[in-house]
């Protein structure tokens, strides 16, 4: 075997100073260059550079975390049955809010209803189909595009609508002093049913506002049927509407901003009362739909006089509510909510075609109230952000007034300081030293002494000199100028 030969055996002990490949590999050889294994393994090594440079491992993919959109909990609601997806598609066609047309229809719905036509008396009397649509948006929002949409979506015959007014004017469109035919003077019913509306919820406010307004009272009595009428001294202006002989509908425009007007009304349930919805349409497209043709509900059946029956699921979930209410639970909702979920499902039948009640008008109803919620805490959170952002502002205006005032207070306490200091320097032949300046001065005003005589010296009034005595200290003093 030639010297220049290796064997396993060479590898292992190979070289002159006992290096072996294994040790090359892990550690620094003293060996001399023409080592083999040295050679050969730093010619290995080369050669896994070169192809770790040739082929860089790949970067791992960076693993981006996108958040997952809320599932919204009304996706199938237009499509569940043919009556909302006929609206929904036609609130598209007029680019208008699906969710606003619907409040709209719902208010004409039961402005079609006799006023003899009632809710049964589940907890005390018997309940008024009366119903009250809040529109939610911006100004010029679409509220106006919503009730045209819902005039012609749905055809539920002549319907009388008016703007609102003052409260003893609601009285007058259903009622007029006059002769009847046999002659006998008196209040004259002209009308039975009145869809009120109000474009902007600030001109209901303004009424609202009004010294001794009744507007805001009258409606709330009027939401539950109740009697209607004030005493008057003059017979023309006493037009009494009994308890459940009117039908009165109310759709208003309400800018989140602006909503105070009947949020600002909850101590009394005016904003329970009504049916929250939007007038934004986030899913709308670019590519609008045509209008499909108009429902014709004239001939859908007569009414009968009296309570509707309803599904006993109604019954027993408000009874269970008053219930809970009677014994003070906290979890109890407010009465007004479910009363207005009842006439909502009555609606929602109307708009169906039919004239009873089921269980799924209850039910879809309550999808209805949901957004109707989600609609209203909405409103509430824009009003609550706009209350602190003037609550911060009226504070930064308190601090800036406060600082001012501080300032004020803090110069006119400096001048009189001044005025004390050149009073009695001036008396003591206009010069003192600065230690018995300070004695004159009363305790009060001692801190703000070395502040009143900087004024002064800025003002040109006053001049200080210091003299330094032989055993190094140094006395000022204070002397007027010549």
Not at 276 to 302: F, M, Q
Not at 420 to 445: F, K, P, S
Request: hydrophobic content about 35%; aromatic content about 4%.
């Amino acid at each position: 075997m030639t010297a220049d030969t290796h064997t396993p055996d060479d590898t292992i002990a190979g070289c002159a100073k006992d290096c072996t490949g294994f040790l090359h590999a892990i550690s620094s050889c003293e060996c001399s260059d023409d080592c083999q294994p040295c050679i050969d393994h730093e010619a290995a090594e080369e050669a896994k550079r070169a192809e770790r440079e040739a082929n860089p491992p790949a970067k791992p993919a960076l693993s981006v975390v996108r958040d997952e959109p809320e599932p919204d909990p009304f996706a199938g609601f237009w499509d569940q049955r043919e009556s909302l997806s006929h609206l929904r598609d036609f609130a598209r066609a007029r680019m208008a809010s699906p969710w606003a047309v619907l409040g709209a229809v719902m208010g004409r719905a039961t402005c079609s209803v006799p006023p003899s036509t009632t809710l049964p008396p589940i907890v005390g009397g018997e309940a008024s189909l009366n119903l009250f649509v809040a529109l939610v948006g911006r100004s010029g929002g679409g509220k106006g595009a919503a009730e045209s949409a819902a005039r012609d979506a749905i055809n539920f015959g002549d319907l009388e609508v008016a703007t609102l007014g003052s409260g003893e004017g609601i009285m007058h469109l259903y009622s007029q002093y006059g002769t009847d035919e046999q002659g006998n003077k008196g209040p004259q019913r002209i009308r039975d049913s009145v869809l009120f509306t109000a474009p902007e919820i600030d001109q209901m406010a303004a009424l609202g506002g009004r010294q001794s307004s009744t507007l805001m009272p009258t409606l709330r009595s009027a939401w539950s049927g109740e009697r209607l009428g004030f005493s008057y001294a003059n017979r023309e202006k006493a037009l009494p509407l009994e308890a459940h002989t009117y039908r009165l509908g109310l759709v208003v425009g309400v800018q989140p901003a602006r909503a105070f007007a009947l949020l600002d009304e909850s101590d009394g349930g005016t904003p329970q009362r009504f049916v929250w919805l939007p007038t934004e349409d986030p899913e709308a497209t670019g590519d609008v739909p045509d209008a499909p043709p108009a429902r014709d509900l004239r001939a859908a059946g007569r009414w009968l006089t009296g309570p509707l029956k309803l599904p006993e699921v109604i019954w027993e979930t408000i009874r269970a509510n008053r219930l809970a209410t009677l014994r003070g639970e906290t979890e109890a909702l407010d009465g007004h909510s479910l009363l207005c979920r009842e006439k909502v499902a009555v609606a929602l039948c109307i708009i169906d075609g039919r004239r009873v009640v089921t269980e799924d008008d209850w039910d879809v109803a309550g999808q209805v109230m949901a957004k109707s919620d989600e609609t209203r805490t909405a409103v509430q959170k824009v009003l609550n952000d706009e209350k602190t952002k003037l609550s911060e502002a009226r504070g930064v205006a308190a601090g800036v007034q406060q600082v001012v005032t501080d300032e004020f207070v803090h110069d006119r306490t400096l001048d009189r300081i001044g005025k004390n200091v050149l009073r009695v320097i001036r008396q003591q032949g206009g010069e003192l030293a600065g230690a018995a300046l300070r004695r004159t001065i009363a305790h009060r005003d001692r801190d703000l002494l070395d502040d009143a005589l900087t004024k002064l010296g800025l003002a040109g009034k006053l001049t200080r000199r210091q003299d330094r005595d032989p055993f190094g200290q140094t006395t000022t003093h204070y002397r007027l100028p010549q």
